[in-house]
């Protein structure tokens, strides 16, 4: 019996109320994930996500970062669209997932084999993955939010950090972004995601 290839492992969040719908997307290649599973799960064992990272003391949001520095990610792509009334907002996530493929994943993941975990807002992704080509391609296994509670941890602490309002203003040992080698973080009106 053949042993099953290994597949990138993409993790999507989505996040919406009146003030803003954001799309958290981390990723991580297939040689790497049961490596970043184990070291996320460590490191983030037992903390509760914080509504506001900011909000977060310095010492709790220096621990947080040192711990998972060791986790091995390709990198993570934040689009958030905060500009239109909610009403407006229905095209969000269909747009965001396409920025995501072309800024982020094609590029960072090319021709890999990849599983798609679903994290919050799992419906309506769901709606809108199976109506993009490269989510639905040959390529990809689309799964909801069972196995990986360590990266969908990661994704969730990294969506609460990059959603703070001062997120550009924090100390690299305070910032959960600088883990990644790799982050982007952006909005969608004007037609893509900045590359930091």
């Known amino acids: 019996m053949r042993a099953r290839e290994p597949m990138a492992v993409v993790l999507l969040a989505c996040h919406r109320d009146a003030a803003a719908d954001r799309l958290t997307v981390v990723a991580v290649a297939a040689d790497e994930v049961e490596a970043a599973e184990r070291r996320a799960r460590a490191a983030l064992a037992g903390r509760a996500v914080p509504a506001d990272w900011s909000a977060l003391p310095s010492a709790a949001r220096r621990r ?32 965001a ?18 599983q798609v975990i679903l994290g919050p807002g799992g419906a309506v992704l ?16 689309t799964a909801d939010s069972s196995g990986f509670e360590g990266l969908r941890a990661l994704t969730e602490w990294t969506a609460a950090c990059w959603s703070a309002p001062d997120v550009n203003d924090q100390p690299e040992d305070e910032d959960l972004l600088d883990i990644y080698d790799r982050y982007s973080v952006g909005g969608l009106p004007s037609g893509g995601s900045l590359f930091l």
Request: net charge negative; charged share 30%.
């Open 64 to 95: 947080v970062v040192r711990a998972c520095r060791v986790i091995p990610a390709i990198g993570m792509h934040g689009i958030v669209d905060d500009e239109r009334p909610r009403e407006l907002r229905g095209d969000f996530l269909g747009r």
């Open 97 to 114: 997932l396409r920025d995501a493929v072309e800024q982020f994943l094609e590029p960072g993941l090319g021709d890999a084999r990849r």
């Open 126 to 141: 769901g709606e809108a993955v199976v109506r993009d080509p490269w989510f639905t391609s040959g390529l990809s296994h």
